[in-house]
């Protein structure tokens, strides 16, 4: 089987991964057609498994060699057992849940720590679309129109935040991103990172 080109992962999935330690056992929840999941396996030879919703997605991984279910997010994870794992991965997926705040408590009951990333809904070309045009924004990371988006609960950087203390979750890292996937370095505080911020990665634990 032919090895994935390291250089053609996406820079935001390329952070991703480095935020993972070399043989760890991880899930990739969401993992689509196994893009991720297959440069983990290869390059950071962690004991890897995914799930997905879509077949056409399911088909593509496990052509791809990879061990890949069909499941749903907010109905399957509840059936693994607690610490299963030692990194779950939900990358662009949250705002498409229809339960985000029982998804992220199972990514942490699950797994000892998980990475969710998602798009900022409180970008300024977000916050401009509506204030001046008055309608949904549409971008790189918001690519869909607000008839056909699978986004069901969009958020904001600071609302992550406020959920992850609410569920009492230790935020150990947090990345803030342009729309290319690439860091952006935005100053301190939640002021600038919710305006400036494209797109943010969050390495996440149980509190102790």
């Known amino acids: 089987m032919m090895l994935p080109d390291p250089k053609s992962i996406r820079v935001d999935l390329k952070l991703v991964a480095d935020m993972i330690e070399p043989h760890s056992r991880v899930l990739d929840v969401g993992c689509g ?3 991720l999941l297959d440069y983990l396996v290869h390059f950071c030879h962690v004991d890897g ?3 997905e919703l879509s077949t056409e997605g399911v088909k593509d991984s496990i ?24 990194y779950v991965v939900l990358s662009q997926t949250l705002q498409a849940m229809v339960q985000p705040k029982v998804v992220l408590s199972n990514l942490l009951r699950i797994s000892h720590r998980a990475i ?5 809904f409180a970008h300024w070309r977000a916050r401009l679309s509506l204030f001046f045009l008055g309608r949904m924004p549409v971008s790189t990371t918001l690519p869909h129109e607000w ?11 600071r609302d992550f935040v406020a959920l992850c203390r609410q569920l009492d979750i230790t935020i150990e890292a947090q990345k803030i991103l342009d729309a290319r996937g690439r860091v952006r370095h935005v100053g301190n505080g ?9 797109q943010a990665v969050f390495l996440l634990r149980k509190k102790d």
Do not use: M, W
Request: proline share 5%.
């Open 33 to 35: 057609d196994g893009t």
């Open 63 to 86: 052509s791809a060699g990879l061990s890949v279910i069909q499941g749903d997010a907010d109905t399957d994870l509840k059936d693994y057992p607690d610490d299963a794992f030692d």
């Open 116 to 120: 969710v990333s998602f798009p900022n």
């Open 190 to 198: 939640l002021f600038s990172a919710n305006l400036f911020g494209e």
């Open 49 to 51: 498994r995914g799930i």
């Open 147 to 157: 008839y056909e988006t699978p986004n069901i609960h969009l958020c904001t950087i």
